[in-house]
């Protein structure tokens, strides 16, 4: 169901007949004043302009035409020629009795491509480097992918997850030598890689300080990218522990990346040499003193210089960008990717940039398919700096996460003095994980954003309790009703003001999934959960539900209502990743 779209093909209809050319554009959009009516069709001025005629005489016209029988109960010209339509009550019911028992919720499939082979998407998310742990930086990457990958399988797309993970490059020759010796000394990995970050640190520290030392790492990376077993197996070993480091963040923070997934840096080495040598007989890459290099007209600096995309390092090395062209290539021959959606921190934007024009140029990269990097901007402290352990140092994931749901205990023992400690663990546990990623989700992607414990865990406002408290208390009707939700003959009638706002939020899902999956801003899902839970609520106030003596027909579809608003919060809390509870 996507109420936009219909109405936008009436209005077209409409134009065309009073003599608007085919491609005008009707400009559809939800009103935001309720007297301004439900939607509003603004595309007359526009068109009007360019004929270089009276907009109102035009708009009068249009409206003569446009036949919204059956679902507008009024339709208006106001000002210089907007088309304000009120909906329909009645039509407004029948559209919800049509969604009830549908569980995508009236989210039609998506059918690009064909109904067999949907659109397959490539998208390349988390990516945390190996070598360390999972600290708050990737936090973004890793809820804000998972949500859009979430979306996009709701609508009938393929989705191809890629965790671009970060497990090749010379740090992990001072690594495995350090492994190496720990294991020497008769240590356990398991028990060595216990605290990677720590790890990495006495490494690092061996690395500056000791005598020899840093030759024993260098020849490590020359073993490791020449091949050598022995060296494989202790890298393997190092990268299989992260991994599941890794792993145990992702299963806290409720995302679906599994092993699957993984397509680190690693697995497109032997392939580089292969880009390298088309690069060069494309005559897109050259030598420059002794790396090879591709200079980029099209990003050139003010004085015309052009960027500088370094593709291997002058000793024969190669690097990030080269592992990025090499992947384009991939995505696109193996994986057949129709888009290709990559998050990282703002700070990767130019790479990307490089990447793609790179890329495309070298035919790695179809015309056909799209190249989508999605920035997202930082987590801030309170301090309005980037956000750091109170001794300056990073923080790490596992930790916040912890720290979430210890904070979310004592917020919900507060209230339910009655849970058993299962129970309050339990609910803890959803809400405190819910609070963060809620936090995290509901702002505008590109910009920072100040970390807060105290908002993210309100029950007021856009946050995730607030929504988990909406649904519980829905839950808590039915039971009180002694209505099963899964089994009752669904009849809506919309009558109040209040019932009705909440019908066309309910009939506007997919509408809200679309922006979601094209501009990879779930952001826009929390907003719309957030006012459809709001208006939940001012319903509820509104509109009696059980009370002694109401119409039970008024009654069945009130009931009908809270049925519908709970499978959207659930499923749309779902897509973002966060939990619902019975009672909480
Ligand atoms: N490992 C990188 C980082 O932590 C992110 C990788 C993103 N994906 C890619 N194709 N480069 O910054």
Known sequence: MNIKQLLSEKVLTAMVQAGLPEDTNPALSISNRANFGDYQANGVMGAAKKLKTNPRELATKVVEHLNLDGIAEKVELAGPGFINIHLDKTWLAAQLSAIANDEKLGVSQRTTGT???????????????????????????????????????????????????????????????????????????????????????????????????????????????????????????????????????????????????????????????????????????????????????????KDGEPSVFIVQKSGGGYLYATTDLSACRYRSNELKADRIIIFTDARQALHFKQVEIVARKAGFLPEHVGYDHCPFGMMMGDDGKPFKTRTGGTIKLAELLDEAVVRAKDVIAEKNPDYSDEKLTEVAQKVGIGAVKFADLSKNRTSDYIFNWKTMLSFEGATAPYLQYAYSR???????????????????????????????KLLQLEDVIDAVINECTPNLLCNYLYELASLYMSFYEACPILKDGIDEQVKQSRLALCAQISKTLKQGLDILGIEVMERM
């Not at 996009?152 to 001072?174: A, P, S, Y």
């Not at 032997?270 to 591709?294: C, F, M, N, S, T």
């Not at 039971?479 to 066309?504: C, D, R, T, Y």
């Open 115 to 301: 109904e067999d082979n949907p659109q397959n998407v490539v998208v390349d998310y988390s990516a945390p480097n190996l070598a360390k742990e999972m600290h708050v930086g990737h936090l973004r990457s890793t809820i804000i992918g998972d949500a859009v990958v979430r979306a996009l399988e709701f609508r009938g797309d393929k989705v191809i997850r890629q965790n671009h993970m970060g497990d090749w490059g010379t740090q992990f020759g001072m690594l495995l030598a350090h492994l190496s010796d720990k294991l020497q000394a008769n240590e356990v990995a398991e028990t060595a890689l216990a605290d990677l970050e720590n790890f990495y640190r006495e490494a690092k520290v061996r690395f500056d300080n000791e005598e020899g030392f840093a030759d024993r790492a260098r020849d490590y990376v020359v073993k490791l990218q020449g091949g050598d077993a022995d060296c494989a197996v202790l890298w393997q070993q190092f990268i299989d522990i992260s991994i599941t480091h890794s792993e145990e963040i992702y299963h806290k923070l409720n995302v679906t990346l599994t092993r699957d997934d993984i397509m680190g840096e690693s697995a497109y080495n032997p392939d580089l040499p292969k880009v390298i040598d088309e690069l060069l007989a494309k005559k897109i890459a050259v030598e420059d003193q002794g790396a090879r290099v591709v200079f980029i007209d099209e990003m050139a600096n």
């Open 474 to 504: 829905i839950q808590s009707i039915f039971s009180k009703a002694g209505v099963n939700q899964q089994q009752f003959e669904q009849h809506f009638a919309i009558v109040e003001p209040q019932e009705k706002a909440l019908a066309l």
